[in-house]
């Protein structure tokens, strides 16, 4: 069974109604989309809170129940469970990737996977490529100081009283890391700006209406994912 994983902050809004519309979809597709499992949790999720009113609301109106919905807080088990996740926001991937950093290859912003980028693919590709180069300069940075940092975080948890010295050494290596990175993630940043946005905005605390405006946001990339699955 294929596992697909919505994931936005706390898991009442965006991700809830990502995971409910997306289930009723592959319902309605029939066979083609057969095997496929629907889950969704948040960063920062309280987990067992119930679905926002306002996003009850809207997929009511669409005949979806949100009512049994409680939320779930992200974890690496989550992740590693999951065979594509897809996240409302640049920033939910970037969390995705930091707790899980092999998960790269099965992780897109919604409206990514959806193909909604159009002529930008060379601007995301020289991005991805990049990302790749940060990634592997962290992992071979981390194997390095593998030994001396583990060594560290137990002596800081063992002898409080060293805290300090040892905080102070940690902070001296991921500075050290960050500075082998520093050009190239100043270039994704600024290649990032050239992008059109990919993220689904947050509704969180807003009227009706903006749920509605995000749910259909949502929807559209849904519809182009949903294609794509049954037609392979």
């Known amino acids: 069974?294929?596992?697909?994983?919505?994931?936005?902050?706390?898991?009442?809004?965006?991700?809830?109604?990502?995971?409910?519309?997306?289930?009723?979809?592959?319902?309605?597709?029939?066979?083609?989309?057969?095997?496929?499992?629907?889950?969704?949790?948040?960063?920062?999720?309280?987990?067992?809170?119930?679905?926002?009113?306002?996003?009850?609301?809207?997929?009511?109106?669409?005949?979806?129940?949100?009512?049994?919905?409680?939320?779930?807080?992200?974890?690496?088990?989550?992740?590693?469970?999951?065979?594509?996740?897809?996240?409302?926001?640049?920033n939910h991937k970037a969390q995705v990737l930091s707790m899980v950093p092999e998960a790269a290859d099965k992780t897109f912003t919604l409206k990514e996977y959806a193909g909604r980028l159009g002529d930008d693919k060379e601007i995301i590709g020289e991005i991805e490529k990049l990302q790749g180069i940060i990634q592997k300069r962290k992992i071979e940075f981390y194997k390095k100081y593998e030994d001396e940092i583990t060594q560290l975080r137990n002596q800081r948890k063992e002898l409080m009283d060293r805290i300090r010295g040892i905080d102070d050494r940690i902070k001296e290596l991921e500075h050290e890391m960050a500075k082998t990175v520093e050009n190239e993630q100043r270039e994704v940043i600024y290649l990032q700006d050239k992008l059109p946005s990919v993220d689904i905005m947050d509704p969180f605390g807003q009227p009706t209406w903006v749920y509605r405006e995000c749910a259909k946001e949502i929807e559209e990339a849904l519809k182009i994912i949903v294609r794509k699955i049954t037609e392979n």
């Open 1 to 90: 069974m294929k596992t697909i994983l919505f994931v936005c902050t706390g898991n009442t809004c965006r991700s809830s109604m990502a995971e409910s519309m997306m289930r009723k979809m592959l319902e309605e597709a029939g066979e083609k989309a057969k095997g496929i499992k629907v889950i969704s949790a948040g960063t920062a999720a309280a987990k067992g809170q119930k679905a926002s009113k306002h996003a009850i609301q809207v997929m009511q109106e669409k005949n979806i129940d949100l009512h049994g919905h409680r939320a779930a807080v992200l974890t690496e088990e989550l992740v590693h469970q999951a065979d594509l996740i897809l996240t409302m926001t640049r």
